[in-house]
């Protein structure tokens, strides 16, 4: 069985405090790793996707980063916009996992 | 475009009554996803259609859920009866799928299910 694994389960940082949230995953050939924001009330809106190891996407202040287990989500100088739930999801085999989200909260 | 489109957005029914959640997903898209969410559990797929043909049900809880896509721009979910346990936000997603690839999925602004 898939799992997903995400750490911490919440983060509090002082605005520009550069820190990194973790989304460690079991699967079984792995397709895609998934990075999502949700902010209350809403659904999770698309960040990035990876689909393998090596691989890095950026943008503004967000940076992702893959390995065979895990994925880094690293925050530059954090605003307090950048305040939300952030997901990771993987894909095997036309099966989607979501991880239980970090919550980050920004403070000015 | 509209992005996924999801009725009603927020619902309060009773026990044992019949509950329907509408989704409209992205025009072009091929695959419709329907997730649950809760504090608990967080997001857990229930089922997943490619083409309008469902592909993978092993989430649905049990059979009082059911799902359709009757056609490329509308699918359901239903629960019958509904208890107490089912209050979640349902949130219904849709994405393009190719052959071999796998696309971000874009979400709806889901469903807020209350059931007392």
């Known amino acids: 069985e898939d799992q997903v694994t995400q750490s911490p389960e919440a983060l509090r940082l002082q605005e520009g405090e550069s820190s990194s949230l973790n989304c460690s995953y079991t699967?079984?050939?792995?397709?895609?790793l998934f990075w999502y924001r949700q902010d209350p009330g809403k659904g999770p809106e698309f960040l990035f996707t990876?689909?393998?190891a090596g691989e890095e996407k950026e943008k503004e202040r967000l940076k992702a980063t893959l390995t065979k287990k895990e994925s880094f989500l690293h925050i530059t100088a954090p605003k307090p916009e950048d305040s939300a739930t952030y997901l990771c999801?993987?894909?095997?085999?036309?099966?989607?996992?979501f991880g239980t989200g970090t919550k980050l909260q920004v403070i000015p | 475009d509209a992005g996924v489109i999801q009725s009603p957005r927020h619902e309060v029914t009773e026990m044992g009554q019949e509950v329907t959640l509408r989704c409209k997903p992205i025009?072009?898209?091929?695959?419709l996803f329907w997730y649950r969410q809760t504090m608990m559990r967080g997001l857990e797929l229930l089922i997943y259609?490619?083409?309008?043909?469902?592909?993978?049900d092993s989430g649905m809880p049990e059979d009082r859920f059911s799902a359709k896509m009757p056609n490329a721009s509308f699918s359901t979910l239903k629960i019958q009866p509904s208890e107490p346990r089912d209050s979640a936000v349902y949130f219904c997603a849709s994405s393009w799928e190719g052959s071999g690839s796998y696309n971000e999925q874009f979400f709806g602004p889901g469903t807020r299910l209350t059931v007392l």
């Open positions: 990876l689909y393998s």
């Open positions: 025009s072009g898209h091929n695959s």
């Open positions: 699967v079984s050939g792995l397709r895609g």
């Open positions: 999801a993987v894909v095997s085999y036309q099966k989607v996992t």
């Open positions: 259609f490619n083409n309008n043909v469902p592909i993978d």
